[in-house]
């Protein structure tokens, strides 16, 4: 009989952080299923986490460091391998300049603890101001509003919606993501709790998601006129006198100064612009008004478009006057265990903007970086600073970043690559040197970063389920080793750089977690303090509210938002409650939570002022798109996250999903039938895939997911490649971007449709070849 034994986690593939239960017998995995007394996903379990097993098994993953040669990829030890890396870097530097050097971190950075808690030494060994990441392909947008009215880039306002009365998604899929900057496991199951109690969802897209399927209402609108929108329905809250700012009226600036912006924007005008009926838009704005309590979210399709940023802003304006801003069931405030946007607080980093701009472009840094879309431009223009050598870490920027095929040639040119990365990928296959990390399921995990956005506060630790592969490394491990190697050296054996690596060789991932958990605002039980030291805590909060001691103390277990909770949170404790711990709901955070001038809200930051002359400006255009010119849009899929999902054969199966998806008119319009192979042009190059007809999209609109194209030779991804479809990223124009961030616009640039392709001296009339000189 088989010796079954269950291995409690969290699933880390993707934002939900879905408990699961993994059965094995000796490590081989029998079943994954949802773990039921988890206590934010409560059972559910979507289809991705049964890639964990898929990722540790796969035969294409690599586990040792591989160099590169003319004879082809040849497997080297660590300790050659980590040298050479460093050898290397250092020698451009030498050569080139410290910016010569470029790093790229990748989505799944977030959910790997070691990375989280190593990545920033190693960032400072590496010196270079040329820092890229994932950041600026999603989230840029919502984080800049967080700094600027907020004071701190990751204090996110994430949606009560267990408490909600009404929610609106705008530009938003959480029943494929089960929410981004969100993390709502189970999103069905809390809409469905939410319909039973009275309330409803409304979704407001270009598509009919699957989010608009289960909810109550569905508006179709335009791509890229969202803030079209909200700028009518904050005219509606002020022309109706429905604005409600009773919770946080002293503690914020600039009410009269929105009611004057938004005054010529209204429903009659944006109606035309945006598709959406000027009745509708002010019944909308009305319900949401009056709901007990309402939350309007939104994601990816309005962060990843040419008005992103002012979109982000302006849906926190609106929850903010309609008195949903830190309230039960509006928009609030995690407290996670490990509170980094605290931290951040007492450490003075809250964030920065602006303070430099990228070399080729003048695009400005945003928390240390640039923005990606220039990175291809950065390592191709020549100069002073041109980026001659490029660190990628879980990344995949060929498929991920716009204009895929520069970015491609971009790698090809440089002069070394180093790619921490266990997959021979369409990025890491023009590294130098590939070091491969231990895989999900042979290293602890606690999520550091999503716990900063979930709808109710927990925490989780899980072990890892397997020891890893002998001679293996983490992720902290590999980036310890080469922050050591990189750091200059000390005539000091134990200064500085020595004393920091051996602090953390020494402590690992779980040590360093460990301390963070029992000075975190759960940590060690404040009924260990005497009487006197509790009217000491008393009398800081309440002489110096304000103060970097209050700071201290509000990250600390000895806050007083949390003082009454007694969990006396450890690593230990966590390791005997594998199905995590209940922190509770959110709760109201500010003003204390601010990290501005005077602990107030701005809601009018003079940066964000100068995009409503470009808003009037597109409710004043009057354009008509050719008959094949198409507004372009992303789509995801519940079983896709990132390229890497593709590699598992249990996601994949099925029909093929990477389509363009069609209005029936539009197909019938252009002669194109369901099935059909059409070509999609840009600017900057061409793809071709099959057309999908359905009335779940607007007319005139194209919808092409993510993350596809491993088509391209040189990667090592059997079962990708065997599903290659294309990549949308090789059609998205990194010319096209947020005008305040320089954030890629990936969502409503325009593309042409067309079923014939003229080569050389070929036509191409419905994927049939033609010889030109025979066609009259």
């Not at 002359?613 to 004043?620: G, P, V």
């Amino acid at each position: 009989m088989p010796d079954l034994q269950t291995h409690t986690r969290t699933c880390n593939l993707c934002e939900a952080m879905c408990g699961i239960e993994i059965t094995h017998d000796q490590g081989h995995i029998v079943s994954i299923k949802g773990d039921k007394r988890d206590p934010l996903s409560k059972g559910f379990m979507c289809p991705k986490a049964v890639a964990l097993q898929d990722i540790h098994d796969d035969p294409d993953r690599l586990h040792y460091p591989m160099l590169k040669t003319p004879q082809g990829w040849e497997q080297i030890s660590w300790e050659n391998a980590l040298n050479e890396v460093a050898s290397r870097i250092r020698n451009v530097q030498a050569k080139h300049g410290k910016n010569a050097v470029g790093i790229y971190i990748g989505n799944p950075t977030i959910h790997n603890l070691g990375s989280m808690l190593t990545l920033k030494p190693f960032l400072s060994a590496l010196g270079t101001q040329n820092r890229f990441s994932a950041t600026s392909v999603d989230q840029l947008a919502p984080m800049l509003v967080a700094l600027k009215m907020f004071g701190n880039q990751t204090l996110f306002t994430v949606p009560d919606i267990d408490r909600t009365q009404m929610m609106v998604c705008l530009g938003a899929n959480p029943m494929a993501s089960n929410g981004s900057l969100m993390t709502a496991p189970g999103f069905k199951n809390r809409v469905k709790a939410l319909q039973e109690r009275g309330g409803k969802l409304v979704v407001i897209d270009p598509r009919r998601t699957e989010t608009a399927e289960i909810a109550d209402q569905h508006h179709f609108i335009r791509p890229g006129t969202d803030a079209l929108l909200l700028m009518a329905m904050l005219h509606t809250l002020f022309r109706q006198d429905l604005v409600n700012t009773a919770n946080l009226s002293s503690h914020m600036q600039g009410v009269n100064i929105v009611k004057n912006m938004v005054a010529g924007f209204t429903p009659q005008r944006v109606a035309k612009a945006t598709g959406i009926k000027t009745k509708e838009i002010r019944q909308l704005t009305v319900d949401f008004a009056n709901a007990d309590s309402a939350c309007l979210y939104g994601r990816m399709g309005i962060s990843t478009q040419a008005f992103g940023t002012t979109t982000n802003w302006l849906i926190t304006v609106f929850n903010a006057l309609t008195g949903n801003l830190d309230n039960p069931g509006g928009v609030m405030f995690t407290r996670p265990a490990v509170d980094l946007p605290g931290l951040a607080n007492l450490l003075g980093q809250g964030g920065s903007f602006n303070s430099r701009r990228s070399r080729v472009h003048k695009y400005p840094e945003f928390g240390g970086e640039f923005p990606a879309a220039t990175l291809a431009d950065e390592m191709l223009t020549p100069g002073k600073g041109q980026i001659r050598a490029m660190v990628t870490c879980a990344g995949n920027p060929v498929l991920s970043l716009p204009n895929g095929k520069k970015v491609e040639k971009a790698l090809g040119n440089l002069d070394f690559m180093v790619s921490i990365d266990f997959y021979l990928n369409e990025t890491t296959q023009h590294a130098d040197i590939i070091l491969p990390p231990t895989g999900p399921l042979e290293h602890g995990h606690y999520d550091l970063a999503l716990n900063m956005v979930t709808v109710r506060n927990t925490a989780k630790y899980s072990p890892a389920l397997y020891k890893p592969m002998p001679d293996s490394r983490h992720d902290w491990q590999i980036f310890n080793e080469l922050t050591r190697r990189l750091q200059p050296l000390s005539p000091l054996k134990w200064a500085g750089g020595e004393l920091q690596y051996r602090l953390i060789k020494s402590l690992g991932s779980e040590g360093m977690l460990d301390l963070l958990l029992r000075l975190g605002p759960y940590g060690t039980s404040p009924d260990q303090l005497s009487e006197l030291q509790k009217a000491l805590v008393k009398l800081i909060y309440k002489r110096f509210p304000e103060s970097g001691l209050s700071q201290l103390l509000d990250v600390s277990p000895y806050s007083r938002h949390t003082h009454r909770q007694q969990h006396n949170l450890s690593l230990k404790k966590l390791q005997q409650h594998p199905h995590g711990i209940d922190l509770g709901p959110l709760q109201p955070a500010l003003p204390e939570r601010l990290a501005t001038q005077g602990k107030s809200i701005n809601l009018v930051p003079k940066l964000f002022m100068q995009e409503i002359n470009r808003l009037q400006q597109q409710l004043d255009q009057k354009t008509k798109l050719s008959p094949d010119a198409f507004i372009l849009i992303g789509r995801r899929h519940l079983r896709s996250n990132n390229s890497w999902m593709h590699n598992s054969q249990r996601l994949v199966k099925g029909k093929n999903r990477c389509t363009a998806l069609l209005h029936f008119s539009d197909g019938e319009r252009l002669g194109i039938r369901d099935g059909d192979p059409v070509i999609v042009s840009s600017s900057v190059g061409e793809i071709e895939l099959p057309a999908q007809l359905t009335d779940d999209i607007m007319p005139s609109v194209i919808s092409i997911p993510h993350g596809w194209g491993h088509h391209r030779s040189g990667s090592q991804l059997s079962i990708a490649q065997q599903n290659a479809g294309v990549s949308i990223n090789d059609i998205t124009d990194d010319r096209s971007i947020d005008a305040v961030t320089g954030v890629a616009a990936f969502s409503g640039q325009l593309v042409t449709l067309s079923t014939t392709r003229i080569e050389k001296n070929v036509v191409r009339i419905n994927d049939k070849r033609i010889a030109a000189t025979s066609i009259p």
